[in-house]
């Protein structure tokens, strides 16, 4: 039977009005959200001016580089368990190694950004190490690479493709080989993501790609040709390569390397601390070469204009610092990592030497999306700072660390000042005190909790912590968030029993 001209010129008009609200309703910006694990500011756009990092440098050169980010716990399953969902250590319950809460119970209740993401009309995929762990269900399987630990035959053999402790002191603290990149882990990631950025720029909805590559976390393997962009014999050493004098033996706990033959201690010779920290830069410029193939390959899709790009590490890392190789501390070189964030519509070659904090990042990109945002998040969004990169901002940022051996480490980073504060878990009572002073003591060689006359300064630094995070908000900043404290659970500890 044929439509009467009526009817049909109703269902055209009709098709019209929908394709016309359609184009209306611009499609929203996509995100490429990147983490290098282990990673250090110390990059060129932060002043490391002998680092070979010239794809992270020019992304900062498009956008906006926070000088002060700080993470809220400075070991991988906690710090992503706590930027993938928004939330504090306290909340999240996660220190060491992902819980069965976090996983069983926490994630059903608080979605990780990329579920919230995608339950938002978004296309996710992850690839590498995102999650600590943990694979999430979402719009494309999880790409992880076919490539081990090691990519050399004969360290394969020796170690059993193992890394630290699980090697039984078998494996090398670096391997730098004559291999393409594709051969490892990074490189097959990154492969990946070039893949997908030109399959999903061409979607309908927006993508939210979360690439995490996995160097410079040890062991260091990488191509031999990254290795070859330093002098060994003019890498720059640690200027506070000892262990502080007048603090507990707890504040400098991890000792990273000596899972791996030839250090049984912490305690290198100078030659070998120009060779370790060489090794590691070595992967941040093999990781920087990965970033600039994505770079290229979001260019190239078409899709760079609209797609909002964030670049961080997971924690920092003492390279000698303090007389340690590894993380797990709540000192500067651990807590501060690199944020970079390039997004449409906020100007290129931007500096913000604001106090931000690595649970600002889920709100800030919902923000940034106009997105809804649950009333649970205990980050701020920091797209004023995008906007405004001086306007006043929080006045401290909240790092903590647990230990086993029954004491807890909290600590604040003010615009001068680090204090720390270690507790007894049981009651809660103060056992050690650590005060930095940024202003004359950046590299926190002295604790000055013990000197005369400081204490008016540590009562106010004392204060200014138990006031907590929500007290150090900018101004005109609420927070509605009432999270109660995690429950103590069973932890699901990896396969090699490393706190990574």
Not at 280 to 296: E, I, K, N, W
């Amino acid at each position: 039977m044929k439509k009467s001209p009526g009817i049909l010129s109703a269902a055209l008009a009709t098709l019209a009005a929908a394709a016309a609200l359609h184009a209306a309703a611009p499609k929203r910006p996509n995100v490429l959200f990147i983490i290098s694990d282990d990673l250090r500011p110390e990059l060129g756009c932060y002043g490391a001016d002998y680092m070979h990092t010239p794809n992270i440098d020019r992304l900062a050169k498009t956008g906006t580089l926070f000088a002060r980010p700080y993470v809220q716990q400075a070991v991988c399953a906690a710090t992503r368990a706590s930027f993938l969902t928004g939330c504090r250590p306290d909340t999240t319950g996660v220190d060491y190694p992902y819980t069965k809460y976090f996983v069983d119970t926490f994630l059903k209740e608080k979605p990780s950004i990329m579920r919230a993401f995608m339950e938002q009309g978004y296309h996710v995929r992850t690839f590498g190490k995102v999650h600590h762990g943990l694979i999430e269900p979402l719009s494309e399987p999880h790409f992880k690479p076919s490539a081990g630990y090691y990519v050399m035959a004969e360290t394969i053999k020796r170690t059993g493709g193992k890394k630290g402790d699980a090697a039984k002191g078998r494996a090398p603290v670096a391997e730098l080989g004559d291999k393409p990149d594709s051969a490892y882990q990074d490189g097959q990631i990154a492969d990946a993501v070039v893949e997908t950025l030109g399959r999903v720029a061409k979607l309908d909805e927006p993508f939210f790609l979360a690439v995490g590559f996995q160097k410079p976390h040890l062991p260091w393997v990488a191509p031999k040709k990254y290795a070859d962009l330093y002098d060994i014999d003019t890498v720059p050493l640690s200027p506070n390569p000892r262990p502080n004098a007048g603090v507990p033996e707890y504040a400098t706990s991890h000792h990273a390397i000596t899972k791996f033959a030839g250090y049984p201690s912490d305690d290198v010779t100078v030659a070998q601390q120009r060779e370790l920290r060489r090794d590691y830069f070595a992967c941040v410029s093999f990781v920087d070469a990965q970033v600039g193939r994505v770079l290229d390959a979001l260019e190239k899709s078409g899709a760079a204009a609209s797609t909002i790009v964030v670049f961080i590490g997971d924690h920092g890392w003492h390279l000698q610092d303090q007389g340690m190789w590894g993380k797990t501390t709540n000192y500067e070189h651990s807590t501060w990592s690199p944020l970079i964030v390039r997004a449409p519509g906020f100007a290129a070659a931007q500096r913000s030497n604001a106090l931000v904090e690595y649970v600002d990042i889920f709100p800030s990109l919902l923000d940034l999306c106009g997105l809804a945002q649950p009333d649970y998040l205990e980050g701020t969004s920091f797209k004023p700072l995008l906007a405004q990169p001086d306007a006043p901002w929080k006045t401290a940022a909240f790092s903590q660390f647990p230990r086993r051996n029954a004491v807890e480490g909290y600590a604040i980073r003010t615009d001068r000042y680090r204090y720390v504060e270690w507790r007894d878990k049981k009651n809660g009572a103060v056992t050690a005190c650590e005060l930095y002073d940024h202003k004359t003591d950046p590299d926190e060689i002295a604790n000055l909790a013990d000197q005369p006359g400081r204490a008016a300064l540590l009562a106010e630094m004392a204060r200014q912590l138990h006031a907590g995070w929500k007290a150090a908000l900018p101004a005109g900043v609420a927070n509605r968030s009432n999270n109660p404290p995690a429950p103590p659970s069973e932890k699901l500890r990896d396969s090699e029993n490393e706190p990574d």
